[in-house]
Nanobody, 124 residues
Framework: QVQLVESGGGLVQAGGSLRLSCAYS????????MGWFRQAPGKEREFVAA?????????YADSVKGRFTISRDNAKNTVYLQMNSLNPSEDTAVYYC????????????????WGKGTLVTVSS
């Protein structure tokens, strides 16, 4: 079973930045698409961003487009989510790392592995 471990969450002021990391346990995960979801209190989990195995293609939810950047370093078995211009009401959530076969399956919610999540709190 592939293990995904998120880190980098914390408390940040509105307008600030934060970078999340997701370390994955086995090198073969590099052949999959990786992504990020988030779940705010009282809301359903929602897709945030995804990246292909090569890193050549990315896809974002409209709510984060232009503010968040997903990237990956397969040599380090790590996926990143750079988050800028953070907004308290919109971006405060638990962020989950995910693995899926493709970006299309990722955005459809067909996720093979989940991390346990890291909490991001944006203060106003």
């Amino acid at each position: 079973q592939v293990q995904l471990v998120e880190s980098g969450g914390g408390l940040v002021q509105a307008g600030g930045s934060l970078r999340l990391s997701c370390a994955y346990s086995e090198p073969t995960v590099s052949s999959y698409a990786m992504g990020w979801f988030r779940q705010a209190p009282g809301k359903e989990r929602e897709f945030v961003a995804a990246i292909t195995w090569s890193g050549a293609h990315t896809f974002y939810a409209d709510s984060v487009k232009g503010r968040f950047t997903i990237s990956r370093d397969n040599a380090k078995n790590t996926v990143y989510l750079q988050m800028n211009s953070l907004n308290p009401s919109e971006d405060t959530a638990v962020y989950y790392c995910a693995r899926s076969n493709t970006i299309a399956t990722m955005t459809s919610g067909l996720v093979g592995s989940w991390g346990k999540g890291t909490l991001v709190t944006v203060s106003s």
